[in-house]
């Protein structure tokens, strides 16, 4: 027997909403829902128009469109993510759904920020489409997931100092990222040792040293934005910690550059909501 939204909803102690981010993209990713739910439909429609409007590309072509490309540009990869993850958001609602609280994988911090309250949609969309063209007008760089324990890879950040520790996901589970010279050859290496990798499907190195030369401009941005108090939970990979008051005026400039710590936002989550 099948349990609904609503049923979940009011049976659940409490409810986290986990948001992926960049890399999760993919063509047409949306297409189903689309198809399946007006209010998915015209949430999606209202995010590209405000995308639009704050100089981002349409994302609706790579959302709907299976045979779509371009995903690894972060123009059109992660204003695309974030336009279904809004979406998403309101089909939720639609059936009863509000979490208690939210978190985010990277660019999804930005997602669980709007659904807790802690930023507006359109403030959101102007920082995503802005953090967008920001990353694109950098070298060339890539990212990397490798399923080593942390301080294992640490010690093989020691042979490749271009290269920082972008991600830890996990006990097991790290991101690492920089030019893509030293992805690729950290690769063969780990090939060569038959440990388990993935490249992850981004053109940009976030959360490395990479991202400096857009942190001034980011700050720039970000600081005329509204930082209201979140009505609902809101735990920050940045550091794993609760959010209680209005976000930082330099949050999302640390949140670009610094190491994603879901493994520690994902451990405050499974305390409970109750005090999120």
């Not at 499907?201 to 930082?227: K, N, Q, T, Y």
Request: charged share 20%.
């Amino acid at each position: 027997e099948l349990t609904t939204p609503t049923e979940v909803a009011e049976t659940s102690p409490g409810l986290v909403a986990v948001f992926p981010g960049g890399g999760a993209q993919h063509a047409g990713m949306g297409a189903g829902f689309h198809a399946l739910s007006p209010v998915f439909a015209a949430s999606l429609n209202a995010t590209a128009e405000l995308i639009v409007k704050f100089g981002g590309r349409d994302p609706r072509h790579y959302v709907l469109d299976p045979r779509a490309t371009g995903g690894e540009d972060p123009r059109i990869g992660l204003p695309a993510l974030t336009a279904v993850e809004l979406a998403a958001v309101d089909l939720l609602e639609e059936h009863g759904v509000t979490p208690d609280a939210a978190l985010g994988h990277s660019l999804g911090e930005y997602v669980a920020a709007v659904a807790s309250g802690a930023m507006t949609r359109a403030d959101a969309l102007h920082l995503v489409v802005a953090r967008a063209a920001l990353l694109a007008d950098l070298p060339a760089g890539a990212m990397l997931s490798i399923a080593l324990p942390v301080d294992d890879i640490k010690r093989l950040l020691l042979d490749y100092p271009e290269l920082d520790l972008a991600v830890v996901n996990g006990e097991r589970l790290g991101v690492v990222a920089g030019p893509e010279h030293a992805i690729t050859g950290l690769q063969v290496m780990l090939k060569r040792d038959d440990v388990e990798h993935r490249r992850l499907r981004v053109g940009v190195a976030a959360h490395s040293r990479l991202v400096d030369p857009v942190m001034a401009e980011l700050r720039g941005i970000s600081a005329g934005f509204a930082r209201p108090v979140p009505e609902r939970g809101l735990i920050s990979c940045l550091d794993g910690v609760r959010v209680e008051g209005p976000l930082a005026p330099d949050h999302w400039v640390r949140h670009l550059r610094g190491t994603v710590r879901f493994d520690l936002a994902m451990a405050t989550a499974q305390q409970g909501t109750d005090r999120a």
